[in-house]
């Protein structure tokens, strides 16, 4: 296939008077469905987090381990860095041109026997889940892990309508059985030990209907893997319907791609009648030589393998192969309204590999919860925001240092920490104009620009400083700052302002020693 | 969960399609993708582009057992196109047949059969198209059919699958089932606890770039397809990674030169 020409006005709009999101700005997930926005902002779960010290040693383990095997793979490769930015490269075409590759993907799907559903967003994606699990008259589904499906909250949707869904993957399984919420991306049970999943097996295999785990279950690895075959077996080979999610889809033969590791996926993918398959429109590749590149750089940054075990294929329907019957549901919610913010949507680019959530110190120290979204770490919170909109997410794009760990690790190089920045910035301007009084940080921003417009009113400024020095006189630092500035200091201690300021020990010199001579006579 | 008035199914895409191309209103014009990593034909990192057939065999083999998969290496006789041998356990992991041991003859069906006979397969599920020699040592093994299609339930009942493969890729120690010939429907791969596949050297390929090329002029990148790395594996108890999930528990390998 080739790829789109280049648009004839290509460049044009953006010498213009292009300066940011268009006139007509799509709209952000909705809320009340779905897991994008948390319950509470992220400084508030993170402390209630780090104070969780076994949550703490679980993923310093799990993260520590996942790195070192990534870097070992990843230095395999001579030709990492070329293939990440083909990997990017081909991403930003696909983004470009989303409209003409979704057409073409849903020609090609059609002409192989499938059928293409479109949701503008999850209600809308869940409405047409429902109805096409209640056409087959199955009361029950297995699910492949996904990600898109739990953005939309289907288990939820499909539980309020009688439908069972059962999660497969042994992550899945560990945090549904835990009536518990994912924490990675590709480790969604990242935060459990297996102390504790030897409990939930314990607990909860028999209670949830399926077979129950055997007696004296140890919680060797092995044996809890042997527990998740022997609970789940019958359900894969009695199941009608499966749900999955898609990792790539290729255009220009309407093929889809799952990658995974437990076999799982291929049960669902193969065994039952119907299988529908829900897919964020951004998961498109053009070509099948592209997956050349992705199936390169994702099983590397996810897993830290050369390939996952299985990887599975396929394209509309099989005759005598697999599902009888194939619907692919092409999911919006929020993706447009990313895609339309010309410095925020290389984020749809995301693999879903998870790489950025393993380096960084922040997701290593408070986990996946606090994030509240689906999405967390790095790339939640850049993608959080933009799918549901920075005001629903406001306390995400600050769930950073701004360490640029994720970039370097990002296998389709996206700028997550310049992206961060963009939307603080977008923070504060969704705060202006809003007829809410002015939050104390605008004060002090408007007071600052203010004090630093003049020289005058700066120097006095520094010199007033001079009376912090009184806080910090016992310890040497300041503890704790007054109010309304008591928040700047509950997580860190403020320097003693020095006796005298650079200013004044410039001008005192300049005045009376060499120093100011020296500068004379360069002159 | 479901809203009161639906919009019309009709309406969503034509919705989707005019809010993606309002979100490109700037026209984006991205970089052309540079294809200057390791392509088709350019060998891998740990194999030249030139490197001789053995070569990457002697990779694909310590791939596989990195991986945990048992392998098993035939060299066939050039002259005679069968017999053939070479013993001993390999520096790779893998273990060499002995033919001599087997009774000569077709070194394949020596391979498979001793491997049936270590793992006390019985049932063994049988794809279509498979060269009838390879079961020909296979004593007292049952081969099952897929014609008619066999059940999710006989295919679990069985002890094992025999198959070929379409690919195999040398660098990541990657099979590729296409459904073609002696491979069979995907479910015949996969129930089965164990799963035994022989591997032709005209089959492998450097790495992941060439097997693309190669699955697209063969034109089976359409048909469904299956790439297996060692057997069903899980990373999800503390990212380390435990083999025997789903998937068949045991995956060994024949691979023949």
Redesign the interface.
């Known amino acids: 296939m080739t790829r789109p020409a280049?648009?004839p006005?290509?460049?044009?709009?953006?010498s213009a008077t292009?300066l940011g999101l268009?006139?007509?700005?799509?709209p952000t997930a909705p809320r009340g469905?779905g897991m994008l926005r948390g319950d509470e902002p992220f400084p508030a779960a993170a402390r209630r987090a780090l104070a969780d010290a076994q949550l703490r040693h679980?993923l310093g383990?799990?993260?520590g381990?996942?790195r070192a095997?990534r870097a070992g793979v990843v230095a395999?490769?001579?030709?990492w860095d070329?293939?990440r930015?083909?990997g990017a490269?081909?991403k930003?075409?696909v983004?470009?041109h989303?409209?003409d590759y979704?057409?073409r993907l849903e020609e090609q799907v059609v002409a192989?026997g499938g059928v293409v559903?479109?949701?503008?967003d999850a209600?809308?994606a869940?409405?047409?889940v429902?109805d096409l699990v209640r056409a087959t008259g199955a009361t029950e589904a297995v699910k492949v892990k996904s990600m898109a499906t739990q953005e939309i909250g289907l288990n939820?949707?499909l539980a309020?309508?009688g439908i069972a869904a059962w999660e497969?993957?042994?992550?899945e399984l560990?945090v549904q059985l835990g009536h518990d919420r994912p924490s990675h991306i590709v480790?969604p049970?990242?935060h459990r030990?297996?102390a504790e999943?030897r409990d939930i097996f314990a607990r909860e295999m028999g209670a949830a209907g399926g077979v129950p785990a055997p007696d004296g279950l140890t919680d060797e690895?092995?044996a809890?893997?042997?527990a998740?075959?022997a609970h789940?077996?019958q359900r894969?080979?009695?199941a009608k319907v499966a749900i999955s999610g898609a990792n790539f889809a290729v255009a220009e033969?309407?093929?889809l791609c799952v990658v995974e590791?437990?076999?799982?996926g291929?049960?669902c993918?193969?065994?039952p009648d119907t299988l529908i398959t829900v897919m964020g429109?951004e998961k498109i590749v053009p070509t099948?030589?592209d997956?050349?590149?992705f199936?390169?750089l994702l099983p590397r940054s996810a897993?830290g393998?050369?390939?996952?075990?299985?990887?599975?294929?396929?394209?509309g329907v099989?005759p005598?192969?697999?599902p009888r019957a194939f619907h692919l549901v092409?999911l919006?919610n929020g993706r447009?309204?990313t895609?339309?913010d010309?410095a925020g949507?290389a984020a749809l680019r995301c693999i879903r590999c998870a790489a950025c959530l393993n380096v960084c110190p922040v997701y290593e120290r408070t986990g996946g919860h606090a994030y509240g979204s689906v999405y967390p770490g790095p790339i939640g919170a850049v993608l959080s925001p933009q799918l549901a909109g920075v005001t629903d997410n406001p306390s995400l794009p600050y769930a950073s240092t701004l360490c640029g760990a994720c970039l370097d690790a990002c296998p389709v190089a996206i700028d997550i920490p310049s992206m961060l920045v963009h939307l603080r910035a977008r923070v504060v301007d969704a705060g202006r104009g809003t007829g809410r009084p002015p939050s104390a940080e605008r004060a002090v921003m408007a007071a600052a620009a203010w004090t630093m417009a003049k020289p005058g009113r700066w120097a006095r400024a520094l010199r007033a400083a001079r009376l912090g020095r009184l806080l910090g006189r016992r310890r040497g630092a300041i503890g704790r700052l007054p109010p309304p500035l008591a928040s700047w200091t509950t997580s860190r201690d403020l320097p003693v302002p020095p006796a005298e300021s650079f200013r004044d020990r410039w001008s005192r010199r300049q005045a009376g020693d060499g120093l100011g001579s020296l500068r004379e006579g360069q002159r | 969960m479901s809203q009161a008035t639906p919009r019309p199914a009709g309406d969503a895409r034509a919705e989707i399609l005019a809010r993606v191309r309002s979100a490109l209103a700037d026209r984006p014009s991205p970089a052309p993708v540079g294809r200057d990593y390791r392509t088709a034909g350019a060998g891998s990192p740990s194999l030249a582009a030139d490197a001789p057939r053995q070569a990457s065999l002697d990779l694909l083999s310590r791939r596989l057992v990195d991986y945990h998969a048992l392998v098993r290496r035939v060299r066939l006789d050039t002259a005679t196109g069968d017999g053939a041998v070479t013993s001993g356990a390999g520096a790779d992991g893998a273990d060499w047949v002995d033919a001599g041991k087997a009774g000569g003859g077709n070194a394949i069906a020596a391979a498979v059969a001793a491997a049936l006979a270590d793992r006390g397969v019985r049932r063994l599920v049988r794809p279509p198209g498979l060269p009838p020699g390879w079961l020909a040592g296979a004593a007292g093994v049952e081969a099952v059919d897929d014609e008619p299609a066999l059940t999710a339930g006989e295919l679990d009942a069985a002890d094992g699958v025999l198959t070929g493969c379409a690919l195999a890729i040398a660098e990541t120690g990657t099979i590729i089932l296409d459904g073609g010939p002696g491979q069979g429907r995907r479910a015949l791969s996969l129930v089965p606890d164990y799963h035994l596949v022989v591997v032709r050297a005209d089959q492998v390929v450097a790495g992941v770039p060439d097997a693309i090329a190669r699955l697209v002029t063969t034109g089976a990148a359409a048909r469904p397809q299956t790439w297996v790395s060692g057997p069903s594996a899980t990373s999800d108890i503390e990212l380390n990674r435990v083999e025997g999930v789903h998937g068949p528990r045991t995956l060994e390998v024949i691979l023949v030169s």
């Open positions: 280049v648009r006005d290509a460049g044009q709009a953006s292009f268009p006139a007509v700005v799509p469905v679980n383990k799990a993260t381990t996942i095997r395999e490769l001579d030709d070329r293939l930015a083909a490269a081909i930003d075409d983004l470009a989303l409209d979704l057409t192989r559903h479109w949701a503008r209600v809308e869940n409405r047409i429902v939820e949707a309020d309508a497969t993957d042994l992550a560990i480790v049970a990242i030990n297996r999943i690895p092995r809890l893997a042997e998740a075959r789940l077996r894969f080979l009695s033969t309407g093929t590791s437990e076999g799982n291929r049960m993918l193969t065994l429109l099948w030589r997956l050349e590149v199936l390169q897993t393998e050369r390939m996952n075990p299985y990887t599975s294929m396929w394209t099989a005598g192969d697999g092409l919006d447009t309204a895609l339309a010309p949507r």
